[in-house]
Structures are given as C-alpha cells and as structure tokens.
C-alpha cells in the first residue's frame, strides 16, 4: 500500500506462514460451519440452556424490574440470578429472595424463614418484625 497505483487489497496467501514455521503446515483446515436457513444458532442459548426457559432480554428486563420492586434492598445482579435459578418466575423468585433476607438475619433456619413468610402471607417486614420481637432486649421483659 505504498504505491497509490496499488488500489486493490494485497490477496491472502492461501497458507499463512506462520503455519509453514511451526511445522503446522500439514494440519487440517478447519472449515466454517453452515448455517441451515432458519435453523438455530451453534452454540446459542437455544441450543445450551440445560431445559430452561430462553427469555427474550425485553422479557428479563421487565422481570427483574418487577422482582426489585417487590424486594426491598436486592440488586439487580441478585434478582437475575434468583430469577434464573427459578425458571424466570417471578413469583417463586421474590418469596425465594424475602427468605434469604429473613435468613441473613442470622436467628432462624432458612426453613423456618420460610415458614414464617407463609405464616406472613410472604409479608417480609410483618415477618421480620415478628422475628425481631422475639429476639429484642424487651423479650425478657415482664409486662403488668
């Protein structure tokens, strides 16, 4: 390309010569893969997702934002990853992230967080105060 006669690109080697160096060059060429028309992807989530739901990125969006909204204090990265652990359910992704919120508490077995969400109707904070209460400083407190 130092000559401005030169318009064209210079033409590939069909053999590249690093291959000739490394003694590469009776290896076989590896050829593309083709595509059947309308058929999925090599390699994409279709072909890779081990039996879950493929959701469309619009979809995950708008279910991450719902399991944010319905949680307070988890991230987004936590509510993408309890959606995806949970087959991008909300519902079983929310009440899966208040029991894990009741258990970092540190007072009860995550089944016992369960229990009392349920008891709760999956009502975090009349959980977590329930919980609380029983574990204040007014618990050893005689009442008149």
């Not at 009860?108 to 919980?131: F, I, Y």
Request: one cysteine or more.
């Amino acid at each position: 390309m130092d000559s401005p006669q030169n318009s064209g690109p210079v033409p590939l080697p069909e053999r590249p010569a690093f291959l000739e160096r490394y003694g590469a060059a009776n290896m076989a060429a590896v050829k593309p893969m083709m595509q059947q028309p309308g058929g999925p992807k090599p390699n994409s989530s279709y072909n890779n997702n081990n039996c879950r739901t493929v959701v469309p990125s619009m979809q995950q969006e708008q279910r991450i934002k719902q399991v944010q909204g319905a949680v307070h204090g988890v991230t987004m990265e936590e509510c993408k990853a309890a959606l995806q652990s949970h087959n991008w359910s909300v519902p079983q992704a929310v009440n899966y992230l208040k029991v894990e919120q009741l258990f970092r508490l540190g007072l009860r077995s995550r089944a016992e967080c369960e229990e009392l969400l349920q008891r709760h109707q999956w009502n975090l904070e009349q959980a977590s105060t329930v919980m609380l209460d029983t574990y204040g400083p007014h618990r050893n407190r005689k009442t008149n």
